[in-house]
T-cell receptor
Framework: DGGITQSPKYLFRKEGQNVTLSCEQN?????MYWYRQDPGQGLRLIYY???????QKGDIAEGYSVSREKKESFPLTVTSAQKNPTAFYLC????????????FGDGTRLSIL | QKEVEQDPGPLSVPEGAIVSLNCTYS??????FMWYRQYSRKGPELLMY????GNKEDGRFTAQVDKSSKYISLFIRDSQPSDSATYLC????????????FGSGTRLLVRP
């Protein structure tokens, strides 16, 4: 079955530690996205990538980094500079083009130890 | 003012009721509109996708877009307890990027 796989499902971060969230898709989609979801605030865009080896900052990129070395993969690193990382992180993908819907993985819940 | 406004609820209805979920928006450049359903601890699932104004029906779900009023709706007929979830509206096509703007979601509870 085609889809988007996020791992791990739950992740704990210690103070001063960087952690990396995995996102893999086998939908052959060109574009991939990372969102953060906090209660009552909806989805906020962290980074997005429209093509391999290229990515752009979203609305809340500070304290996060990404890479897009393969079409299928778009990992997100939450750095120690992100002072409030506790949230539900969602990865999405879409076909190329401005009129394509996005399809989501089942998320990673990150908490601080 | 947020670009997309959505009542957070919760909206509680009895099984079998017709449910109406709504979003208003301020950016007249939005061209296409989506509704997602999100169960607890899961990712959003695409329910409906519409382009410009008009209605679209899929089974028990009807999506309605009124661009003149900057208002979109999702109707659920014969609601079931399994419809209990958070419903997110999303909008895009306002620029050359692939970005979507999401509402904050309405929590729906369908009572047996």
């Amino acid at each position: 079955d085609g889809g988007i796989t996020q791992s791990p499902k739950y992740l704990f971060r210690k103070e001063g530690q960087n952690v990396t969230l995995s996102c893999e898709q086998n939908l052959n989609h060109d574009a991939m996205y990372w969102y953060r979801q906090d209660p009552g605030q909806g989805l906020r865009l962290i980074y997005y990538s429209q093509i391999v080896n290229d990515f752009q900052k979203g609305d809340i990129a500070e304290g996060y980094s990404v890479s897009r070395e393969k079409k299928e993969s778009f990992p997100l690193t939450v750095t120690s500079a992100q002072k409030n990382p506790t949230a539900f992180y969602l990865c999405a993908s879409s076909r190329g083009g401005t009129n394509q819907p996005q399809h989501f993985g089942d998320g990673t819940r990150l908490s601080i130890l | 003012q947020k670009e997309v406004e959505q009542d957070p609820g919760p909206l509680s209805v009895p099984e079998g009721a017709i449910v109406s979920l709504n979003c208003t928006y301020s950016n007249s450049a939005f061209q296409y509109f989506m509704w997602y359903r999100q169960y607890s601890r899961k990712g959003p699932e695409l329910l409906m996708y519409t382009y410009s104004s008009g209605n679209k029906e899929d089974g028990r779900f009807t999506a309605q877009v009124d661009k003149s009023s900057k208002y979109i709706s999702l109707f659920i007929r014969d609601s079931q307890p399994s419809d209990s979830a958070t419903y997110l509206c999303a909008m895009g096509g306002f620029d050359s990027s692939y970005k979507l703007i999401f509402g904050s979601g309405t929590r729906l509870l369908v009572r047996p």
